[in-house]
């Protein structure tokens, strides 16, 4: 089975990244199908959606058939509610991706932008536990600042992950996220780079106000710029496609164009 860490060993020397493709973008599909059509139009790896030790054993085959490294595991847990539902969860999710060659388990965590002040003791205490979890796997596990949970911002993040102190909490940073906060992209990059383990990318359309998440390439986000700064800052970890649910829940939605548009407007500027 092709690993991460492989990938990510052959593609130093040429300055590009392994350029994933998550299967959140393929609701209902056959496993095989996701990762052939993948492999179609030039991916270099997939993130799996939803964790689900049941087809442990197919993704491996199918990621050693079509040559596509499994980058990512994508999660939905929290920093609130109950404890220790999300930290069972958070331990299958790991257990799953050490059977992968140990790809990030990523996830977003709950809880909203006014309540950041307040929940910031929590998170932290809680994060520890992830951590404890993360490190007994040896799986990293990335948490995501987003506009509409509590943490927020890249810097909070970075601040929890340096509280925290462990080499196995990470972030997956997303721009979007802070492009729609009126943010600089550089400012924000460099604000979480020395946690940053993974990138999720994705585009919006509309206002700050009022804006729906689309297609990388599909808003304002300058991809050849955004690639051009992360092999200036020497970033060396996966770049992955989110297909938001803004994106699926449109009526002409198709994963088939969606993946071809995003390999022929975006993919080429991160795999030169």
């Known amino acids: 089975m092709i690993t991460r860490r492989a990938l990510l060993a052959a593609l130093a020397a040429s300055k590009s990244w392994p350029f994933g493709f998550s299967f959140k973008a393929f609701p209902g599909w056959p496993l095989e199908k996701s990762f052939a059509l993948c492999a179609k139009f030039g991916y270099t790896g997939v993130e799996l959606f939803p964790p689900n030790t049941v087809i442990a054993a197919e993704a491996r085959r199918l990621s050693q058939k079509y040559r596509l490294p499994i980058l990512s595991i994508m999660e939905d847990l929290r920093l609130t509610g109950d404890e220790s539902e999300h930290l069972r969860q958070l331990e299958s999710s790991c257990k799953l991706a050490a059977e992968f060659g140990r790809p990030i388990v990523e996830t977003v965590v709950g809880g909203k932008p006014e309540e950041w002040a307040e929940l910031r003791p929590q998170f932290l205490i809680r994060l520890r536990g992830w951590a404890r979890v993360a490190e007994k796997y040896k799986v990293p596990v990335a948490i995501k600042a987003h506009i509409s949970s509590a943490l927020h911002l890249p810097g909070d993040?970075?601040?929890?992950?340096?509280?925290?102190?462990?080499?196995?909490?990470?972030?997956?940073?997303d721009y979007s996220h802070f492009q729609l906060q009126r943010l600089p992209l550089e400012k924000t990059l460099k604000a979480a780079l020395p946690h940053i383990a993974m990138i999720h990318i994705k585009d919006w359309t509309g206002t700050p106000e009022k804006f729906r998440f689309a297609l990388p390439g599909q808003g304002s986000i300058d991809y050849a710029a955004y690639a051009a700064l992360l092999r200036q800052v020497n970033y060396r970890g996966p770049v992955v496609v989110e297909v938001s649910t803004h994106v699926l829940q449109m009526q002409d939605y198709s994963p088939e164009a969606a993946a071809s548009y995003v390999a022929a407007k975006v993919l080429p500027f991160f795999t030169r």
């Open 157 to 173: 993040a970075a601040g929890l992950c340096a509280e925290v102190a462990s080499p196995f909490l990470k972030i997956n940073y």
